[in-house]
RNA sequence: GGAAACGUAUCGAAGUGGUCGCAACGAGCCGCACUCGAAAUGCGGUUGACCGAAAGGUCACGAGAGUUCGAAUCUCUCCGUUUCCGCCA
């Protein structure tokens, strides 16, 4: 949600803005119903004022013995008129809040506008690996090393879904319980939220109206706003779990971690080049949420991209990350890196976190605030996250980088320890 | 899933149609006084949002709708809490 004061005060800095999204931003009738809203409540609230006069006498002039009925006929005409009124304005509060809440975030200054081909890579780590025998692709690895059954998974539940076997479950648990441990010793506090959230979670965090298809919904016959639906990642539950709060200033900044399964349609985008794990509507996935003072939320965000990088490069990972140019960043996010990993087989890098700071954007739509020491009043918190990570990413690039001639997989040491101890997976 | 009770400030809680939501009363917290200091005591303060340049005004008793000149108070719907019953792969 954007600040309408902000935009009333620099309409075009703010359209300017949003146009490196990609967004064509018309503030026009925003202001013009702000305008009329205002005024209207002028209007109102002193025929209020003279109502609340006139009915604090009745009770006076009753006691006193004198008639009241006329008094009633004034009171009754100001009732129809102030019910107008506030008709009125509900009608363009709604308005307003409908046209703002569909408005991306405002992208930071220093993003590049445009999509993808703007996205600017700032950090490579390690070099893609080179193999003198002819490498496999994950799904192959995969199948072969019973680490994922793919076609039962299908017979399961369908296209997009697959099943952990074996070492593949025992693979995924080790890189979780690594994550886990790693944000742990970094303060992080753990949460294990629940996987149905309500509309006003989708929304807090500025997934809905805009993306509300793309969830799986529990109910479908009734109406969204009172059902639930699966997240389609922990960040939904964990920027929403301090709604309507004032948070103490020294709390700040708050750090968590969750791991959920996450749920997504990914309508449209099954393509034939992203056969196994690449997208699936599940896949595991620790996210971590921090809440930080404005002031200090530069340094949260590169905190959670150091992070991030971290994970990847301890599992020895070729891997880099993409500072995203302003129309590929998602709505609701003012700034997005994106960690991605090499994977060898589709000669591309692939996004296994993204890492993104929304500002106020989810508290101003989830009310989400702290006390500020300097003025004494109520602000808007900032909200970052961070995949720390997603999973379904990682075990195709660490099966494909680090396979062996004889198709076994070398097991990343830091994972070693989950794992019993076992360093090749054959 | 069914029934009942309840939902008022930081907490407990009064108010059951008007002059009591700048919300009784109690507790907590902050400040001041008294004190060498503390305790006790006394005094004062202690929600948020909105309109307004200001003065000032408006709104909020879980949420929403209704009845009424007027609703914390009466009616309905929804949400939540508690207790009891049912179900429990």
Redesign the pocket.
């Not at 949600?1 to 026009?28: V, W």
């Not at 490498?135 to 017979?155: M, Q, S, W």
């Given at each position: 949600m954007l600040d309408l004061t902000r935009i009333r005060n620099n309409p075009q800095a703010i359209a300017d803005a949003l146009a490196k999204k990609g967004y064509k931003a018309d503030f026009s009738k925003i202001i013009e119903w702000d305008d009329q809203r205002?005024s209207t409540?002028?209007e109102i609230?002193?025929l209020?004022?003279q109502k609340?006069k006139v009915?604090?006498q009745?009770?006076?002039l009753k006691k006193a013995g004198q008639p009241v009925e006329p008094i009633?006929d004034e009171?009754?005409k100001l009732?129809e008129e102030i019910a107008a009124g506030d008709a009125k304005i509900a009608e363009l509060v709604d308005s307003i809040n409908d046209a703002l809440s569909c408005m991306p975030n405002i992208p930071d200054d220093d993003l590049l506008p445009g999509e993808k081909e703007n996205n600017r890579v700032i950090k490579v780590v390690g070099e893609p690996p080179k193999f003198d025998f002819t490498p496999k692709n994950h799904v192959d690895l995969c199948t072969e090393l019973g680490l994922i059954d793919y076609e039962r998974g299908v017979k399961l539940s369908g296209n997009g879904f697959w099943i952990y076997r074996g070492m593949g479950a025992r693979l995924e648990w080790a890189l979780l319980n690594y994550f886990v441990d790693e944000h742990i010793a970094d303060g992080y506090e753990f949460i294990l939220p629940p996987y149905q959230l309500g509309y006003n979670c989708g929304y807090g965090a500025g997934q809905f109206p805009k993306f509300s298809d793309e969830v799986y919904w529990l109910d479908v016959d009734e109406d969204k706003k009172?059902n639930r639906f699966m997240l389609p990642t922990a960040e939904t539950a964990l920027v929403n779990m301090f709604a309507g709060e004032i948070i103490d200033e020294s709390k700040l900044p708050m750090k968590f971690f969750a791991y959920s399964p996450c749920f997504r349609k990914e309508a449209g985008s099954a393509r034939t080049e992203e056969r196994g794990m690449i997208r699936g509507h599940q896949f595991n996935k620790i996210e971590m949420v921090q809440y930080a003072h404005p002031e200090h939320s530069m340094e949260a965000f590169e905190e959670l991209v150091e992070k991030a990088s971290r994970l990847v490069e301890k599992l020895g990972l070729h891997f880099r990350v993409s500072k995203l140019a302003a129309g590929d960043c998602s709505a609701s996010m003012a700034r997005t890196y994106d960690v991605e990993l090499w994977i060898p087989s589709m000669g591309i890098y692939k996004e296994c976190s993204s890492v993104s700071n929304a500002n106020d954007y989810q508290a101003r739509r989830n009310n989400t605030r702290y006390r500020d020491s300097k003025t004494g009043?109520?602000a808007y918190v900032h909200t970052l996250n961070g995949s720390g990570l997603a999973t379904s990413r990682l075990i195709p690039a660490i099966v494909e980088q680090f396979q062996n001639a004889d198709g076994s997989v070398r097991v990343p040491e830091v994972l070693r320890k989950y794992l019993g101890g076992i360093d090749v997976i054959k």
């Amino acid at each position: 949600m954007l600040d309408l004061t902000r935009i009333r005060n620099n309409p075009q800095a703010i359209a300017d803005a949003l146009a490196k999204k990609g967004y064509k931003a018309d503030f026009s009738k925003i202001i013009e119903w702000d305008d009329q809203r205002k005024s209207t409540i002028t209007e109102i609230e002193a025929l209020k004022a003279q109502k609340n006069k006139v009915s604090s006498q009745i009770p006076v002039l009753k006691k006193a013995g004198q008639p009241v009925e006329p008094i009633f006929d004034e009171m009754r005409k100001l009732g129809e008129e102030i019910a107008a009124g506030d008709a009125k304005i509900a009608e363009l509060v709604d308005s307003i809040n409908d046209a703002l809440s569909c408005m991306p975030n405002i992208p930071d200054d220093d993003l590049l506008p445009g999509e993808k081909e703007n996205n600017r890579v700032i950090k490579v780590v390690g070099e893609p690996p080179k193999f003198d025998f002819t490498p496999k692709n994950h799904v192959d690895l995969c199948t072969e090393l019973g680490l994922i059954d793919y076609e039962r998974g299908v017979k399961l539940s369908g296209n997009g879904f697959w099943i952990y076997r074996g070492m593949g479950a025992r693979l995924e648990w080790a890189l979780l319980n690594y994550f886990v441990d790693e944000h742990i010793a970094d303060g992080y506090e753990f949460i294990l939220p629940p996987y149905q959230l309500g509309y006003n979670c989708g929304y807090g965090a500025g997934q809905f109206p805009k993306f509300s298809d793309e969830v799986y919904w529990l109910d479908v016959d009734e109406d969204k706003k009172r059902n639930r639906f699966m997240l389609p990642t922990a960040e939904t539950a964990l920027v929403n779990m301090f709604a309507g709060e004032i948070i103490d200033e020294s709390k700040l900044p708050m750090k968590f971690f969750a791991y959920s399964p996450c749920f997504r349609k990914e309508a449209g985008s099954a393509r034939t080049e992203e056969r196994g794990m690449i997208r699936g509507h599940q896949f595991n996935k620790i996210e971590m949420v921090q809440y930080a003072h404005p002031e200090h939320s530069m340094e949260a965000f590169e905190e959670l991209v150091e992070k991030a990088s971290r994970l990847v490069e301890k599992l020895g990972l070729h891997f880099r990350v993409s500072k995203l140019a302003a129309g590929d960043c998602s709505a609701s996010m003012a700034r997005t890196y994106d960690v991605e990993l090499w994977i060898p087989s589709m000669g591309i890098y692939k996004e296994c976190s993204s890492v993104s700071n929304a500002n106020d954007y989810q508290a101003r739509r989830n009310n989400t605030r702290y006390r500020d020491s300097k003025t004494g009043k109520p602000a808007y918190v900032h909200t970052l996250n961070g995949s720390g990570l997603a999973t379904s990413r990682l075990i195709p690039a660490i099966v494909e980088q680090f396979q062996n001639a004889d198709g076994s997989v070398r097991v990343p040491e830091v994972l070693r320890k989950y794992l019993g101890g076992i360093d090749v997976i054959k």
